[in-house]
Nanobody, 112 residues
């Protein structure tokens, strides 16, 4: 099982980024997938999830700003992030289901 996040970077408040999580080693389309984020000194928190049917759920703090999606042909999970705020600065991780497999994370920094 391999999960590789990418797409992070430095962005100004109000800007946008799209994160990708390239997966391999498992039947991607049969798993619910999740995005989490973590800042120093805080626990990792759930940002968004998408199930095998494409149903999506979001944490209140990103509703209306972030969109999770998946490409079951390319086996990639996405997180489109709009209207980014300082508070969105974190390392973002993708996760397969509720299992032990995590990616290495990608840093998102929102700064003026």
């Amino acid at each position: 099982v391999r999960l590789v996040e990418s797409g992070g970077g430095l962005v100004q408040p109000g800007g946008s980024l799209t994160l990708s999580c390239a997966t391999s080693g498992f039947a991607f389309k049969t798993y619910n997938m999740r995005w989490y984020r973590q800042t120093p000194g805080k626990e990792r928190e759930l940002v968004a999830s998408i199930d095998t049917s494409g149903d999506k759920n979001y944490a209140d703090f990103v509703k209306g700003r972030f969109t999770i999606s998946r490409d079951n042909v390319k086996n990639i999970l996405y997180l489109q992030m709009n209207s980014l705020q300082f508070e969105d600065t974190a390392v973002y991780y993708c996760r397969r289901g509720l299992g032990i497999n995590w990616g290495q994370g990608t840093q998102v920094t929102v700064s003026s």
